[in-house]
C-alpha cells in the first residue's frame, strides 16, 4: 500500500510569470514516452507482478521502492506543468469574476497546448508536450527480473536524455529546478539498476554510466542536490520495509565517476520534502455562475469541524 504525505518532494519557487508554453515542454517529463507516467507505470506493475519476491527479495525491494519515488516524481512534475500555466502565486484572482465579455484568456487561443486551459484549467494531465496521451504500451513487465532491469536502466538512460533537452528549453527558475532535480534522481535509478544487473548477471554494466554523457557538475540546478548527497541515496520510502536495497545499492559501493566522490546509502523513510504551491482560484474562468465566497465558507466551515 502507500502512504501519502502532503508535500512535495523537494521546494520549488513560484515562477516568474504565466508561461503556458513552458508548461508544455515540461509536459513531456509527465506524459511522454521516458516521462514520469512511464516510469512509475512500469515500476509500480512490474512490483505487483514480482515473481519470487521471498527468493529476490533484494531486487524486488529496488523496484518497490523506486515506485514511490516514481509516484512523487509525478507529482512534483504535475505542480510543475500547473504553476507554469497559472504563473505567480496570487489569491487576487479569487475576488470576483469580473467583466468576461472582453475575452480575458484570448491569448489562450494560441498556446501549443490550448486544452490545458480549455478542459484541464491550467492543470496537468498525462500527456507529452504535444498533446498525445500517455497510454500503457509504455510498460513493460514480463515477469523475467533480469529482461525488466535492463528495460529499466534502458528507460532511466532515456529519460535523463529528455530531461536535460526539456531543462535546455525553458527559462523560468521553477522548471529549470524540476529538471534539475530529476536529473539527479534519474541519475540514482539508472546507477541502482545497472548495479542490480551487476549483482545479478556479473556483467559490470555500470561502467556504460553516465548515458547519455550528462555532467552533472555543469548545471547549476544540480548542484544543491549533488551537495547534499542526494546523488549517493536511495530512499525505502517506508518505516519499516524494502530495507534489502541496501544489499545492492549499498555495502562499499561509490558515487560514479565525475559525480562528488562518497559511499552510496540507503534512506530508511522519505526526503523531507517542501511545501505545494496552492493555486488561486479562476473566478473569470467560469463566470458568469461562480460564488468563490460562498465555496470558501463552506470550506472554513468543514475545516474548523475537523480540528
Known sequence: MFLRVDKLQIELPAPLKADPNAGAALQELLGGKYGE????????????????????????SLVAAI?????????????????????????DDEVNGGDISDAPF???ADIRLAASFYSNG???????????????????????????????????????????????????????????????????????????????????IDKMLPTPNI???????????????SHRKLYTFSENDYKETSSIWGNGEVALPGDPPGE??????????GKIHMLSGIPSAFSPDYAPEEMMEIAQKLYKASR
Not at 516510469?39 to 527479495?57: D, E, I, V
Not at 516514481?70 to 489569491?91: C, F, K, Q, T, Y
Not at 552510496?264 to 520534502?273: C, F, K, S, T
Open 37 to 60: 507516467m512511464s516510469t512509475l507505470g512500469n515500476y509500480m506493475f512490474q512490483s505487483f507482478n514480482f515473481r519470487s519476491k521471498h527468493k529476490l527479495r533484494p531486487f524486488y
Open 67 to 91: 515506485t514511490a519515488e516514481e509516484l512523487g516524481h509525478v507529482e512534483l512534475v504535475s505542480n510543475g506543468v500547473a504553476m507554469l500555466n497559472n504563473g505567480p502565486d496570487n489569491d
Open 106 to 108: 484570448a491569448d489562450m
Open 122 to 204: 491550467g492543470g496537468a494531465t498525462p500527456v507529452n508536450s504535444n498533446g498525445a496521451s500517455w497510454n500503457n504500451d509504455f510498460i513493460t513487465t514480463t515477469g523475467n527480473v533480469v529482461f525488466d532491469l535492463l528495460h529499466n536502466f534502458h528507460l532511466e538512460c532515456g529519460a535523463r536524455l529528455h530531461k536535460l533537452r526539456v531543462y535546455e528549453s525553458l527559462t523560468d527558475p521553477m522548471g529549470r529546478e524540476v529538471c534539475g532535480y530529476l536529473l539527479v534522481r534519474g541519475s540514482v535509478h539508472a546507477h541502482a539498476y545497472a548495479l542490480a544487473l551487476k549483482k545479478i548477471t556479473g556483467v559490470d
Open 215 to 229: 555532467n552533472l557538475d555543469k548545471i547549476p540546478e544540480c548542484q544543491k542536490y549533488l551537495g547534499e548527497g
Open 264 to 273: 552510496l546509502h540507503v534512506v530508511e523513510g522519505m526526503p523531507d520534502g
